[in-house]
């Protein structure tokens, strides 16, 4: 079993500055790609940032330059760092991580959300 725990969120004024984590636990021998999703109300799950296991990113382009995907492989954790908020960036944040188990079984684990709301 593996459980991802998002932590972080929050109600933030727009221009504000919000760090959210993700962190992993159980059996786990180890991670491969991490990625932050986001879903607002009425709208479909988004990919928000992604990072390989070596540190490579990616990220949708309504975020580049305003947010920062991290990891610290030791931790088994990921953070987003989320600067410049706006109000188009309210919805649940969700962390996904492509886990090795202890088993050597590779599957896709997904956390259970951390709501993040931007507004004056």
């Known amino acids: 079993q593996v459980q991802l725990v998002e932590s972080g969120g929050g109600l933030v004024p727009p221009g504000g500055s919000v760090r959210l984590s993700c962190a992993a636990s159980g059996s786990i021998f180890s991670i491969n790609a991490m990625a932050w999703y986001r879903q607002a109300p009425g709208n479909e799950r988004e990919l928000v940032a992604a990072?390989?296991?070596?540190?490579?990113?990616d990220y949708a382009s309504s975020v580049k330059g305003r947010f920062t995907i991290s990891r610290d492989n030791a931790k088994n954790t990921l953070y987003l760092q989320m600067n410049s908020l706006k109000p188009g960036d309210t919805a649940v944040y969700y962390c996904?991580?492509?886990?090795?188990?202890?088993?050597?079984?590779?599957?896709?684990?997904w956390g259970q959300g951390t709501q993040v709301t931007v507004s004056s």
């Open positions: 996904k991580a492509e886990v090795v188990n202890t088993g050597r079984a590779i599957f896709v684990s």
């Open positions: 990072i390989t296991r070596g540190g490579n990113t």
